[in-house]
């Protein structure tokens, strides 16, 4: 507690709730109507400070109109002789000599004495203002997207820390979702080769494919990096086409879908209750214990000192019995296998993946560690700064969008990001050098 007082996450807690607080004051104020529609068998009465509906024999709901709710009535005559049949979406009315007219809804037709016919809709109708950025659903909503980024920053936080570069983290994501999807429609659609696995297997076997997947990545560009001797940014620069080429030739270039129900409302969209609503927790879950082990295996390990020591002078740890190589290559693995895991939720929460999945990821994963206080010069960065930059960065991106700026400017804000980012550590590591 006491590093997270005094070090560069305090900063970045404080930054969010600057941008929490800017958001709050700048986005929009608007109006939201819902309503309830009283069916033919449903009672309706005033009572103090609001309106009572007895839905036929169940226990009756309270409106109150202090929180906004109104009733509107909207009746509509027609002459004696007129017919009204109600069908399976609303009321069928047939006037004398004329074609007959549907009302959509629920209405319910009543005839006075006189043979005229009334058809009445009775409503409860809410109308609310609410703050466009700070509401359940959006904050819930930036929350969500901030995982994708967080799970793949906490990996690509390793490779930048001992001095490297992943530009294929993205592109692992989209192959990862691509096989992991295949495997799905194998198990899901009639017919498949995998068609009939059991239930409580398809959840481990998508996360062994897509983690998988992710991890083969992964060796691949630490192998390209450490026995070629290629800087990183040459190897993931060209691994990045490799493996998005890869997915689509997969997929054919099409969308996968077809998956078991297991895989999406049966884990990733799981919801429990809460005050605020239902709440999808596994994508939650899943990024704290990615972090938790992340911190842990960093700052408690001796692999997590040895990283660090890579990125603070790779030739003293060479000298000082590092296995430089090896660790190398086991970050590229983990982070691979991080952006395997970010698309085990992709496939739960969309239901489908294809080769342009992913793409243009890698800009925002790498500024979220960069703006989480990773250095691209190596040497610093940690597990919980990768998480909170995730966060920075999807307010950024919601905050585009709450404030109608054009999808087109989200890029240019998330570049200008990363170059204040790396500005503001170089000038911190001149003037620590200056005080020394």
């Known amino acids: 507690m006491r590093h997270l007082a005094s070090g560069q996450e305090s900063g970045l807690l404080l930054v969010i709730g600057l941008m929490v607080l800017g958001l709050f004051l700048a986005a929009p104020v608007r109006q939201r109507s819902a309503q309830v529609v009283l069916r033919e068998g449903d009672t309706l009465r005033d009572v103090a400070g609001g309106f009572e509906v007895r839905a036929g024999g169940s226990a009756p709901q309270t409106y109150r109109a202090r929180d906004g709710w109104t009733k509107d009535e909207v009746v509509r005559s027609y002459p004696a002789g007129t017919t009204c049949r109600p069908d399976a979406t609303g009321l069928v009315v ?27 809709q009775v409503r409860l109708v809410q109308n609310l203002r609410f703050n466009t950025f700070f509401n359940t659903d959006n904050l819930l909503s930036v929350l969500t997207s901030a995982t994708y980024y967080a799970i793949m920053a906490v990996g690509i936080t390793g490779v930048i820390v001992m001095g490297g570069i992943d530009l294929s983290v993205g592109s692992i994501y989209c192959l990862a979702a691509v096989v992991g999807a295949m495997m799905l429609r194998a198990m899901g659609v009639q017919g498949g080769a995998l068609t009939g696995t059991p239930g409580w297997l398809v959840v481990p076997l998508t996360f062994a494919v897509c ?42 270039g099409e969308s996968v879908t077809g998956f078991p129900p297991q895989i999406g409302a049966g884990f990733v969209r799981a919801s429990v209750p809460s005050p605020f609503g239902p709440v999808e927790v596994v994508p939650l879950v899943l990024t704290l214990v990615v972090t938790v082990l992340g911190a842990v295996l960093f700052s408690r390990t001796v692999f997590g000192r040895r990283t660090y020591a890579i990125g603070g002078n790779e030739t003293a740890a060479k000298y000082a019995g590092v296995p430089v190589g090896r660790i190398k290559v086991w970050l590229f693995v983990l982070c691979g296998a991080a952006a395997g895991l970010a698309a085990l939720i992709q496939l739960g929460r969309y239901g489908a993946a294809d080769s342009t999945a992913g793409r243009g990821d890698e800009l925002r994963v790498i500024a979220s560690a960069v703006v989480g206080g990773a ?60 005080r020394a």
Request: hydrophobic fraction near 50%.
């Open 94 to 120: 047939t006037r004398p000599g004329r074609d007959p007219v549907r009302l959509e809804g629920a209405w319910i037709a009543e005839t006075g004495p006189d043979g005229a016919v009334s058809a009445r």
């Open 211 to 252: 983690a998988g997947v992710g991890a083969a990545c992964g060796l691949a560009n630490g192998l390209g990096t450490v026995l070629l001797r290629v800087h990183p940014f040459i190897i993931t620069l060209g691994t990045m086409s490799i493996f998005r080429g890869l997915a689509y030739l997969f997929s054919d």
């Open 375 to 434: 250095s691209l010069a190596g040497g610093r960065g940690s597990a919980v700064g990768a998480v909170l930059g995730a966060v920075i960065i999807a307010l950024i991106s919601n905050a585009t969008i709450i404030l109608d700026v054009p999808p087109s400017w989200t890029d240019v804000v998330l570049g200008m990001t990363i170059v204040v980012a790396v500005v503001v550590d170089q000038t911190k590591q001149r003037l620590a050098r200056a």
